[in-house]
């Protein structure tokens, strides 16, 4: 199972990225899919989750509101629309597959993508 991840980079604070999640070797119709975060020095840390029938997404409180996640069962990719972004909101990037559940916890999930830098500066 890859996971590959993609559209990260450089962004004033304010602008928006969307951040892609390809998945090969696996059902991903079956996958409950799962985007983290691990900013320099800090534990990684739930960012969305979308269920594996797209019917139920879950987000951190911290992104509510400015963030949404989404799938493409045809293309087997998750995504992760980022508006209204903040420094804060920088970080390494992860999407994850795990059970069909939009999972928060990390061990929810038994794959992992290779991560993307997201930056954003004031």
């Known amino acids: 199972v890859q996971l590959q991840a993609s559209g990260g980079g450089v962004v004033q604070a304010g602008g928006s990225l969307r951040l892609s999640c390809a998945v090969s070797g696996r059902t991903f119709s079956s996958s409950g899919m799962g985007w983290f975060r691990q900013a320099p020095g800090k534990d990684r840390e739930f960012v969305s989750a979308i269920s594996s029938s797209g019917g139920y997404s879950r987000y951190a409180d911290s992104v509510k509101g400015r963030f949404t996640i989404s799938r493409d069962d045809a293309k087997n990719t998750v995504y992760l629309q980022m508006n209204s972004l903040k420094p804060e909101d920088t970080a390494v990037y992860y999407c994850?597959?795990?059970?069909?559940?939009?999972?928060?916890?990390?061990?929810?999930?038994?794959?992992w993508g290779q991560g993307t830098q997201v930056t954003v500066s004031s």
């Open positions: 994850a597959a795990g059970r069909s559940a939009a999972a928060f916890r990390a061990y929810d999930y038994n794959y």
